[in-house]
């Protein structure tokens, strides 16, 4: 089954506001998670990854969390835009990255209103 | 996506009849992954190639599915004998050798069986 989920399959918010997108993880063998974001018709883009010795990283209006504790992550974006609308996957690594074996979760759907 | 080239990106084949998708990694990269992805859903690892040697074919079907990655030329994932369940995304992804942290994705090939 699924080791990786999402709390939220639809999440609707304003342009200018701050977004958090929330995954589960039960395998706790794995050491590296990616977010993606996939537009319509196209593949997923690799957002931001983390690997589990840390608990925060930080990109360009992007912050991805980890919680090891209760195997939560999760993604901020930072003023959404509407280019930011698409769905995110949260996506799990067991190989600590050395292979690109990834468990995807089922994906949040992130609309943003004007 | 970082270059990641598949094709046809669009497929219709009827039932019983076979599908061949083509992937053609990013310059250099020597991993080549196949994900499968349904309707609203997240991606499925299938197989797991370098040139000329499947590496982890897991999360291939036992039946029917097949890939291969030669030492010239694009990767082939081809499914015979093809029913309306096979009718779906399917993605390739390659990294470099030696760093599968990062995998890029192509576009995809969307698979309909009609």
């Known amino acids: 089954g699924e080791s990786v989920g999402l709390h939220l399959p639809t999440l609707s918010v304003q342009e200018g506001d701050n977004s958090i997108i929330n995954c589960a993880y039960s395998?706790?063998?794995?050491?590296?998670f990616i977010w993606y974001k996939q537009e319509s018709g196209k593949g997923p883009q690799f957002i931001i990854d983390i690997r589990s010795n840390m608990d925060k990283r930080q990109g360009q209006r992007v912050t991805v969390l980890l919680n090891k504790t209760v195997k939560h992550l999760s993604l901020q974006i930072a003023a959404t835009q509407p280019g930011d609308s698409a769905v995110y996957f949260c996506?799990?690594?067991?190989?600590?990255?050395?292979?690109?074996?990834?468990?995807f979760g089922k994906g949040t759907k992130l609309s943003v209103k004007p | 996506n970082a270059g990641v080239m598949q094709n046809p990106r669009h497929l219709v084949r009827r039932r019983g009849q076979e599908a061949r998708l083509r992937c053609s990694p990013v310059k250099g990269h020597s991993h080549v992954y196949w994900y499968r992805q349904l309707p609203e859903e997240g991606l499925k690892f299938m197989v797991y190639l370098q040139k000329e040697n499947i590496i982890d074919e897991s999360g291939m079907p036992k039946e029917r599915f097949s890939a291969e990655f030669p030492k010239e030329g694009p990767s082939i994932l081809r499914i015979q004998q093809v029913v309306r369940g096979d009718s779906a995304a399917y993605f390739c992804?390659?990294?470099?050798?030696?760093?599968?942290?990062?995998?890029?994705f192509g576009e995809g090939s969307w698979l309909t069986v009609v």
């Open positions: 996506a799990e690594n067991i190989f600590g990255g050395s292979q690109g074996n990834l468990i």
């Open positions: 395998n706790s063998a794995s050491d590296y």
């Open positions: 992804a390659s990294s470099p050798e030696g760093y599968g942290n990062t995998i890029y």
